[in-house]
C-alpha cells in the first residue's frame, strides 16, 4: 500500500479541514470574542510547527512506523505504552466526529431517523472501505473528492457579501487582551488540525520529501481556511452568536442568497461535508488497526478494523445518551496535559532521541 504525494496532500487537508471547523471557532470564541481568529490564527501557526516538528521525527524513520520507531526509540515496554496514548487520541477523534456528523445528520437531514441507524450506516460504509483495500482506496477518494470539497468551502465564504459588517471585529485586541486571546488559542489548537496521524501515514508514501511537502501544504490550507472561516463568520454573525454556533460553517450555507436566486446551497454543502468526514473516519480507523496489527502481533488487520468498528459503534451510541461522556472535549486534563503531550511533549523526545542516535552512528560504525 503506498500513497503518492498528491493524495497525502488531499488527505491531510481534507482531514484537518474536517477537524477545525468542529470545536475550535466555538471555543476560541467563548474566550476571546471578536478576537478569536487571532486565536485560531496562533493555534494554526502552532499546529504548522508541531507538524513540521513530526516530519522530522518521521524523516528520522523513514521505512518505519510509529510503533516499529517508538519501540526502537524508548525500549518496547515504554514506547508501546506511549503508542497507546496515540491509539487512544484517534479513538476519540473518531468517536468525537462520528457523533458529531451522525447529530448533524439528524438535524438537518432525516430528523426522524434513529441515531443507531444513522451511526451503523456510517460505521459500515468505513469497514467496508477498509475491506476494499485500507489507505489505497481511502486515498484514491481522497484524490477524487478533495478539489470539489476543498474549493466548495473556500468559494462558500465570499458568497454572502450583502450580511458582512467588518465593524463586527472592531475594536481589535483592546476588549480582550492577549491573556483572553491565549486562553482562546489554548483551550482551541488541540482540536485544529492533526498531525499525529502523519506519524502513521508517513510510512505509506511512495516518495518521503514530496509527501512532507505535500503534508505541509495541506496542513497550510487547512490554517488558512480556519482563518478566513472565523472572520467570515464574525463579519457575519458578530462574537456572541458565534460563541453559541454547534456548526458554524452550517450556519453561513444558510445566510446565502445572492439577488433572492441562488440559495439553499447547503443542498451541496452536505453531501461534500459528509463525504470529507468518512475521509477522515477511515484514515484514523485505518492507522489505528495497523497499529494495533503491529502492536498486538496480529498480521490481519483487516480483522482488528472490523472490531473496532463494532467498539466504536458502542461506544457512540452509549456516550450520545450519557451527557458526561459528551463534555469531556473540555475536560481540563485533556486540554492542559494529554494534548499538550501527545502533539508537542512526546514527538520533541522522540526527535531529541533520534537526532542523538543519528549524530553517534558513523563514530559507532
Known amino acids: 500500500?503506498?500513497?503518492?504525494?498528491?493524495?497525502?496532500?488531499?488527505?491531510?487537508?481534507?482531514?484537518?479541514?474536517?477537524?477545525?471547523?468542529?470545536?475550535?471557532?466555538?471555543?476560541?470564541?467563548?474566550?476571546?470574542?471578536?478576537?478569536?481568529?487571532?486565536?485560531?490564527?496562533?493555534?494554526?501557526?502552532?499546529?504548522?510547527?508541531?507538524?513540521?516538528?513530526?516530519?522530522?521525527?518521521?524523516?528520522?524513520?523513514?521505512?518505519?512506523?510509529?510503533?516499529?520507531?517508538?519501540?526502537?526509540?524508548?525500549?518496547?515496554?515504554?514506547?508501546?505504552?506511549?503508542?497507546?496514548?496515540?491509539?487512544?487520541?484517534?479513538?476519540?477523534?473518531?468517536?468525537?466526529?462520528?457523533?458529531?456528523?451522525?447529530?448533524?445528520?439528524?438535524?438537518?437531514?432525516?430528523?426522524?431517523?434513529?441515531?443507531?441507524?444513522?451511526?451503523?450506516?456510517?460505521?459500515?460504509?468505513?469497514?467496508?472501505?477498509?475491506?476494499?483495500?485500507?489507505?489505497?482506496?481511502?486515498?484514491?477518494?481522497?484524490?477524487?473528492?478533495?478539489?470539489?470539497?476543498?474549493?466548495?468551502?473556500?468559494?462558500?465564504?465570499?458568497?454572502?457579501?450583502?450580511?458582512?459588517?467588518?465593524?463586527?471585529?472592531?475594536?481589535?485586541?483592546?476588549?480582550?487582551?492577549?491573556?483572553a486571546i491565549l486562553e482562546g488559542t489554548f483551550r482551541s489548537y488541540n482540536y485544529m488540525m492533526d498531525p499525529s496521524i502523519i506519524l502513521m501515514l508517513f510510512f505509506f508514501a511512495e516518495n518521503k520529501r514530496t509527501a512532507a511537502r505535500a503534508i505541509l501544504w495541506g496542513t497550510g490550507v487547512a490554517m488558512i481556511w480556519g482563518v478566513l472561516t472565523t472572520l467570515v463568520l464574525l463579519f457575519v454573525t458578530g462574537p456572541n452568536v458565534a460563541a453559541k454556533l454547534i456548526a458554524p460553517v452550517y450556519s453561513l450555507t444558510k445566510f446565502i442568497s445572492i439577488l433572492n436566486f441562488v440559495q439553499n446551497i447547503d443542498a451541496l454543502f452536505i453531501p461534500l461535508w459528509l463525504l470529507g468526514a468518512f475521509i477522515k473516519l477511515s484514515v484514523c480507523l485505518f492507522i489505528l488497526s495497523y497499529g494495533l496489527s503491529e502492536w498486538t502481533g496480529i498480521r490481519n488487520w483487516k480483522v482488528i478494523s472490523y472490531v473496532l468498528a463494532f467498539v466504536l459503534l458502542v461506544y457512540v451510541i452509549y456516550s450520545t445518551h450519557h451527557l458526561r461522556l459528551s463534555f469531556t472535549l473540555k475536560n481540563m486534563f485533556l486540554i492542559s496535559i494529554f494534548y499538550p503531550a501527545v502533539y508537542i511533549v512526546i514527538p520533541l523526545i522522540l526527535w531529541a532521541i533520534g537526532g542523538i542516535r543519528l549524530r553517534h552512528k558513523p563514530s559507532n560504525g
Not at 504525494?5 to 475550535?24: A, D, E, H, N
Not at 471578536?34 to 524523516?59: E, K
Request: with cysteine.
Open 1 to 179: 500500500m503506498k500513497v503518492s504525494g498528491y493524495q497525502m496532500f488531499w488527505l491531510v487537508s481534507i482531514s484537518s479541514i474536517i477537524v477545525v471547523s468542529y470545536l475550535p471557532i466555538q471555543l476560541a470564541a467563548e474566550q476571546s470574542r471578536q478576537d478569536c481568529w487571532i486565536s485560531i490564527l496562533l493555534g494554526g501557526l502552532l499546529m504548522m510547527a508541531t507538524t513540521w516538528m513530526m516530519l522530522r521525527v518521521c524523516m528520522q524513520n523513514k521505512n518505519k512506523t510509529l510503533v516499529n520507531f517508538i519501540k526502537d526509540l524508548l525500549g518496547t515496554i515504554l514506547g508501546k505504552s506511549i503508542v497507546t496514548v496515540y491509539f487512544l487520541l484517534w479513538f476519540m477523534q473518531m468517536a468525537t466526529i462520528l457523533r458529531g456528523t451522525a447529530e448533524f445528520v439528524n438535524l438537518v437531514l432525516v430528523h426522524n431517523t434513529p441515531m443507531t441507524v444513522i451511526v451503523m450506516c456510517m460505521i459500515f460504509l468505513l469497514a467496508f472501505a477498509i475491506y476494499k483495500g485500507g489507505i489505497t482506496t481511502i486515498s484514491r477518494c481522497a484524490e477524487m473528492i478533495g478539489p470539489f470539497f476543498v474549493s466548495m468551502l473556500f468559494i462558500q465564504l465570499f458568497l454572502n457579501p450583502q450580511d458582512m459588517e467588518v465593524n463586527r471585529i472592531l475594536p481589535i485586541y483592546a476588549d480582550s487582551g492577549w491573556a
